[in-house]
Every structure is written in C-alpha cells, then in structure tokens.
C-alpha cells in the first residue's frame, strides 16, 4: 500500500502539536542543561571534576593536590562550555520546531535552524574533548612533578554524536538546495 504526503498530511493539528511539544521540550532543556550542569560542577569535589576529566589520582595524590580558586573557576568555566554549545543548537532546534509547527516546512529560515542545531551538537562534542583536556591541566597544576596529568579521551558516543550532527548538517544542505528548487519552481507556475 503506498501512502502519499499531502500538504494536509503534513500539517494535521496533531503533527502541529506534536511540533509544538518539540519545540517547547527544546526551550526547557536549552535553560535546565546549563543551571544543572553549573550545578554539579560548582558542588562537585575537585577529585570529583579530575574523575570527570579522565584523571583517576590516588588518595596521597589527592592529599597533595593544591588547587587554587582561579584554577576550580577556570575548571567550572571550562566545564560549561560544551553544554552552552548544546543549548544553542537546542534554541535552534525549538526554532526549527517552532517553523514546523506553523506550516514552514521548506523555508531557508527553517534550515538555517536545522544546521544551527548541527553546529551547536558538533560544536558540543569537540569543545567537550578540548573542555575535557583542559581541565585536567588546569586542575593539576598544582600538583608535584612528574604528577600534572594531560587526559585525552574520545569515545565512541562522542563519535556517533559527530556523525549524527554531520548528517543533519547534511539533511539541511539537501533541503536548502529543495527550497531553492521550489522558489525557482513557483516562479515558473
């Protein structure tokens, strides 16, 4: 049985509301992601922010650790930065969502949106990695020699996030160029 989309398909009010509730699930997270993550960082244990860096220290030399008030303000600042880049492209998304929910389903202004949403994913994931590099140097700077730690750590949810958001960054570029193609199709008709 094939099934073929209608203007009408597309827009239904339960497509709508279910747009809707996209869009407004988008706007909670872009607010809650930052004040939960600025949250944890601020009342977590600097062991606790070295853990989260990828840097397991032993009881003597968490003994010895001698971290500063710049260096927790540097690491919290460091530590914001990826979930401030997720909550741009979710204000993206809610954007997207929005248009959608409207009836804009072919308008550059919704694919900006949707790329918007790429970037800020793509974005996340790699300040994440940096973030994540520099807070275990800026928390150990302290430390004796011989005991600073650099940390790298890429794992593979890092990697299919990537993906995910060079697919829709992709997904975007094909509808830019469908946009394209219907303004020079109206202008014929």
Same mark, same amino acid.
């Given at each position: 049985?094939?099934?073929?989309?209608?203007?009408?398909?597309?827009?239904?009010?339960?497509?709508?509301?279910?747009?809707?509730?996209?869009?407004?699930?988008?706007?909670?997270?872009?607010?809650?992601?930052?004040?939960?993550?600025?949250?944890?960082?601020?009342?977590?244990?600097?062991?606790?922010?070295?853990?989260?860096?990828?840097? %397991?220290?032993?009881?003597?030399? /968490?003994?010895? =650790?001698?971290?500063?008030?710049? +260096? !927790?303000? @540097?690491? #919290? $600042? *460091? &530590?914001?930065?990826?979930?401030?880049?997720?909550?741009?492209?979710?204000?993206?998304?809610?954007?997207?969502?929005?248009?959608?929910?409207?009836?804009?389903?072919?308008?550059?202004?919704?694919?900006?949106?949707?790329?918007?949403?790429?970037?800020?994913?793509?974005?996340?994931?790699?300040?994440?990695?940096?973030? %994540?590099?520099?807070?275990?140097? /800026?928390?150990? =700077?302290?430390?004796?020699?011989? +005991? !600073?730690? @650099?940390? #790298? $750590? *890429? &794992?593979?949810?890092?990697?299919?996030?990537?993906?995910?958001?060079?697919?829709?960054?992709?997904?975007?570029?094909?509808?830019?160029?469908?946009?394209?193609?219907?303004?020079?199709?109206?202008?014929?008709?």
């Amino acid at each position: 049985m094939k099934t073929t989309m209608t203007a009408a398909t597309l827009s239904g009010p339960e497509v709508q509301r279910l747009n809707s509730a996209f869009a407004w699930a988008c706007a909670l997270l872009a607010v809650a992601l930052p004040l939960a993550v600025l949250y944890q960082l601020v009342t977590t244990p600097t062991e606790g922010l070295l853990l989260r860096a990828g840097v %397991s220290l032993s009881a003597v030399q /968490v003994a010895m =650790l001698d971290v500063a008030l710049w +260096q !927790r303000l @540097l690491a #919290v $600042g *460091l &530590g914001m930065l990826p979930v401030c880049c997720a909550s741009y492209g979710l204000v993206c998304a809610m954007r997207c969502f929005s248009g959608f929910s409207q009836g804009e389903y072919f308008s550059l202004r919704t694919v900006r949106y949707l790329r918007g949403f790429a970037a800020g994913i793509f974005a996340s994931v790699v300040t994440g990695f940096l973030a %994540s590099m520099a807070v275990s140097v /800026v928390l150990t =700077l302290g430390a004796p020699a011989g +005991q !600073r730690a @650099l940390a #790298v $750590g *890429l &794992g593979s949810n890092e990697l299919i996030t990537l993906l995910f958001a060079g697919m829709v960054w992709q997904i975007a570029a094909v509808m830019s160029r469908a946009v394209a193609l219907a303004e020079e199709n109206a202008q014929f008709v």
